[in-house]
């Protein structure tokens, strides 16, 4: 079974300052999705950042971007330019893209704060 | 991207009642998702709705528990029977996008059993 890891319960950034959140999953499988979701204090689960596991460029939304390392196994989502709307709970998540749509696991979460 | 609609937004209930969640999406949808999150949690999902055929259960979840019905491409629900405080959590609503490939979620349901 594909596990997800988040090592990081909480994490701190000064507005506009840059912040890296981690993630690490486990998969014996080489076609897969990953996502980073936000949630803020609303509860509604925003979609920051998608990365096909084949693709090796690494993906940027506006001031989101991964570092996806597939033989590492890791993908950490990169925000520049912390904004106060950025806090929330980020979530990393992962997505088998074999045989139709499956479902998607999630790790643990980090929260994030913005420091005005 | 979906647009996706839960009702109610919360609710408080009382012990060894139930309570039905509707989902309504803004598409037609093959396969709606149902998640649970417990307090300070990650999402677990419940159950796999696809129109026309009973919904997948994920091991630990069972249909006495969490009947759900899929009446049509865009509407789901989800009931939480016999509910006690064990219960309390956000669940939402899921489905996948046009590409197939990421999620879209309901705003959640916040729901408290005292």
């Known amino acids: 079974a594909q596990t997800v890891t988040q090592s990081q319960p909480e994490m701190s950034v000064q507005e506009a300052e840059t912040v890296t959140l981690s993630c690490t999953y486990d998969?014996?499988?080489?076609?897969?999705?990953l996502f980073w979701y936000k949630q803020p204090p609303s509860r509604q689960m925003i979609l920051v950042i998608r990365?096909?596991?084949?693709?090796?460029q690494n993906a940027t939304e506006n001031r989101f971007s991964v570092n996806f390392q597939k033989a590492a196994k890791s993908f950490s989502l990169k925000i520049s330019d912390s904004q106060l709307g950025d806090a929330a709970m980020y979530f990393c998540?992962?997505?088998?893209?074999?045989?139709?749509?499956?479902?998607?696991?999630f790790g643990t979460g980090t929260k994030l704060q913005v420091i005005p | 991207s979906a647009v996706i609609s839960q009702k109610p937004s919360r609710d408080i209930c009382q012990r060894g009642t139930s309570l039905t969640i509707q989902c309504q999406v803004d598409?037609?949808?093959?396969?709606m998702f149902w998640y649970r999150q417990q307090p300070g949690q990650s999402l677990t999902l419940i159950a796999t709705?696809?129109?026309?055929?009973?919904?997948?259960?994920e091991s630990g979840f069972v249909i006495d528990k969490f009947p759900i019905s899929r009446p049509n491409l865009t509407f789901s629900t989800l009931t939480v029977s016999n509910m006690s405080p064990e219960d309390s959590s956000i669940y939402l609503c899921?489905?996948?996008?046009?590409?197939?490939?990421?999620?879209?979620f309901g705003q959640g349901t916040r729901l408290t059993v005292v």
């Open positions: 899921s489905v996948a996008g046009t590409t197939n490939t990421e999620a879209f």
């Open positions: 598409s037609q949808v093959t396969m």
């Open positions: 709705a696809n129109q026309g055929s009973e919904a997948t259960y």
């Open positions: 998969t014996s499988e080489s076609d897969y999705y």
């Open positions: 990365q096909e596991a084949y693709k090796q």
């Open positions: 998540a992962y997505r088998s893209a074999t045989g139709g749509y499956q479902k998607v696991t």
